[in-house]
């Protein structure tokens, strides 16, 4: 079971974090992906979106099957009974069992999110590779050197930010991984969605183009202001006097020298 558990962290971490985070408006959900087709993040349900890293088969088959999930059982009894909550159990039963059953367990780790109508009615819940399942208030970052990527972000996050701001904390904190080199992405190279509060019914909406451009912007600092040109002195009157010198005296130690116990040249 160790060995089992140390390959599926080792197979985790070999990817790159993704965040998931409250802000006023929703919940938005960031994950650095250069493909346009293979998508990270997608919707389960009318609330409820879905995120995950590790291997694209696995996540993706996960994906599918919890959407068929949500869609049984708003079917059989009512679309207001497909929660996050429930999802994330039966996400949490079918992982634990791949893990403790199958010689192979699942390189994977997933996000399940809903937005409520208030703030304090969001859910985000994490579900790693052997089942466990936990509650992450406020936000979440998974995968990859997650902890780095999380103690980034804790820095960053404060209630009620608007989606600007929370994308802002969001990108920074990817763009920290504990190596310590920063990493700047293009608009081409990150996944972004939001389930957006205000929307009625379906409320899971991806950001891209001029969209992303636009935050990705907001996001940078603006660039130093240069100084201002510094004016020629005046040409000097000829027929002014000279004024007297000013300063030490050349033969004392002030000039720095060096050579009588003053302060090197810089």
């Not at 996050?84 to 039966?90: F, L, Q």
């Not at 192979?104 to 859910?123: L, N």
Request: glycine share 10%.
């Amino acid at each position: 079971m160790r060995d089992k558990a140390d390959y599926a962290r080792k197979g985790i971490a070999r990817g790159r974090s993704c965040v998931a985070l409250q802000y006023a408006g929703g919940i938005l959900m960031v994950a650095p992906n250069p493909s346009s087709a293979l998508h990270k993040i997608s919707e389960i349900y009318d609330r409820i979106g879905f995120a995950a890293v590790g291997r694209y088969n696995e996540y993706e088959n996960l994906r599918k099957a919890g959407v068929t999930y949500a869609d049984v059982t708003g079917y059989q009894f009512d679309r207001h009974d497909v929660t996050a909550r429930g999802i994330a159990n039966w996400y949490a039963q079918t992982l634990g069992t791949i893990f403790t059953e199958s010689p192979k367990p699942f390189e994977v780790e997933i996000v399940v999110a809903e937005v409520g109508e208030r703030p304090s009615d969001d859910q985000i819940y994490r579900i790693t590779f052997d089942g466990s399942v936990t509650d992450e208030p406020g936000f979440v970052a998974f995968g990859g050197q997650a902890d780095q990527v999380s103690a980034a972000l804790k820095e960053r996050y404060s209630d009620d930010m608007s989606l600007s701001e929370a994308f802002s904390a969001a990108l920074e904190a990817l763009s920290a991984p504990g190596n310590g080199e920063r990493v700047e992405f293009a608009a081409s190279q990150l996944e972004v969605a939001i389930l957006e509060r205000a929307r009625d019914h379906r409320t899971f909406r991806r950001i891209r183009g001029p969209r992303l451009e636009e935050l990705i912007r907001e996001s940078r600092p603006a660039p130093a202001a240069e100084p201002p040109a510094e004016s020629s002195p005046a040409p000097s009157d000829p027929s002014a006097p000279a004024e007297p010198p000013t300063g030490p005296d050349p033969g004392s130690s002030d000039r720095g020298s060096g050579l009588t116990g003053g302060a090197p040249p810089l």
